[in-house]
């Protein structure tokens, strides 16, 4: 772009700046310039917060119903498999041992790690609601037909094709999320989509207690086959009711399908858009045209990297765990039954623990403590399971167990969280928050192989390099702290001192402080942003912190 372009371009910024923002209607006004496009948007809040509070809730009961159920049969038809494994008919036809079991672990991970970004950038891409439906209806699809396979080739297929089928659901409903909700009301949006995961976990061993019991045998079919095919065919029907009634956005408010009736008027429509950009214009950079060129700017940042070794270390422990939970108990004498029930109890208990850190954590300063708390009862737990003497009884061990399972997956959790309040860009934050599942993948095909025939039933040099492990979370976990400390005495050298407070407050203060201002979003491909520009007094200078 030649100077005299480039000036003209920055004229017509500021006059447009100048013209909107100082307006006498009283209305706060917020002016977007989208540095990509030189697209300019002009938002007056003239709506009341009891307005905006009533559209949210019913958004509340259109969404979250929808993906907490989607996120609930993903996790039903991934750890199922342990349920299956514990009936002998499964475990003979396959002749399976652990080293059979970690291989078909690591190949479900492989699938999530291979299919994760791709998937996540193919969402941006066309409509949310087609592509999260065809993911359920497809990894469903599979999941069923697993009750069909016959040999260890086909169990190895269908676990990769499950895993893989299901990459991109997780960071893709979280990015749907942040289209939709201010920041600070996503903390509890993603508790609440994460309790899908735990609610499944909590009452899977259930489900598969009753199925065992009350199905095996009949139509010719074993009880983990009926496990697959019952859990599987619910998914299949769900997806096509997820496809009618997920709304795609706030431009349309309704089922991509739907061209007549809408969950919002054309106003309550604008209200939404315009809300989430008021809170994050940022927001307002389409992200449809998200390449490998974003990807590569992610990648290229160390705090994405500093989440994902957290995750790739500490959920080690629950992929060694996953598939073997109730095979443990059985181990411990208890029954076929009794096994798949008690493995519910301590997912309850987890439940319970992830809604009071998701609570407390924005009260606790560093906002790292609460998983540094996580990581530390789980390498506890870890250290009191192995040190239980052989001749322990059947109830000491299996409450050891129950105090090691509460606690693992909910530092991952609670990490998510922490890696999306600490990303500005919605570019970058949908593929960090996909690095950071394929993490958890990656963790899940080392950690799957940890647990060996040779140390069984007690596991001792499996759980040692768990605990091992676990101390190295915790490590990273205060290196990550005190890395985002280091980040912000940089930014008060440049910027002054910021204090930080309650994370609602701020995001509360940085929302009021971006009115009647003029902000510039996207990326400065055009290279118009000069210093002399940077100091003109229309544009924000934001005093963003990071959460440590």
Known sequence: MTSQGSSEIKQEHAAVADSVNSSDDGFQVLTIINRETHETIVIKKDWTDAEEQRLVRKLDFIITPLIFFGFFLLQLDRGNIANAYTDVNLINMLELNNYRINIASALFSLGIVIFEIPFNVALQRVSPSVFLSFQIFAWSLVATLQSQFTNLAGFYVTRFLVGALEAGYIPGCLYFLSTWYKRSELGLRHTLFFYGNLTASATSGLIAAGILRDLSGVGGMSGWQWIFFVEGIVGVGFSFIFLAFLPDSAAHPAAFWNKRWFYFTKEEARILRDRIYVDDPAKSVSTRTTNHKDVWETFKKPIPWLHVLITISSMQTTAALSSYIPLIIRSMGFGVFESNARSSIPQWCSM?????????????????????????????????????????????????????????????????????????????????????????????????????????????????????????????????????????????????????????????????????????????????????????????????????
Not at 365 to 379: D, E, H, M, N, T
Request: charged residues 25%; proline residues 4%.
């Open 352 to 548: 319970v623990l992830i809604l009071l850190l998701s609570i407390s954590s924005k009260h606790i300063k560093p906002r790292g403590g609460s998983i540094a708390f996580v990581l530390i009862w789980q390498l506890a737990a870890q250290i009191a399971l192995r040190e239980l003497p052989a001749s322990a009884s059947p109830t000491a061990r299996f409450t050891a167990l129950c105090f090691l399972v509460t606690a693992v997956a909910n530092g991952h959790i609670l990490n998510t969280s922490w890696l999306s309040v600490n990303i500005k860009s919605p570019r970058e934050r949908s593929i960090a928050l996909a690095m950071l599942i394929m993490a958890a993948n990656i963790g899940g095909i080392c950690g799957g192989q940890i647990l060996r025939d040779n140390d069984r039933p007690l596991y001792r040099k499996g759980f040692l390099a768990l605990i091992i492990l676990d101390v190295f979370s915790v490590l990273l976990v205060f290196l990550t702290i005190w890395y985002y400390y280091n980040l912000n005495r940089k930014l008060e050298k440049l910027h002054g001192k910021e204090e930080l407070v309650d994370e609602e407050e701020e995001k509360e203060a940085e929302t009021v402080e971006s009115l009647h201002e003029t902000v510039y979003v996207g990326f400065n491909t055009s290279e118009i942003m000069d210093k002399e520009e940077e100091e003109n007094t229309f544009v924000r200078k934001p005093k963003y912190r990071y959460i440590p």
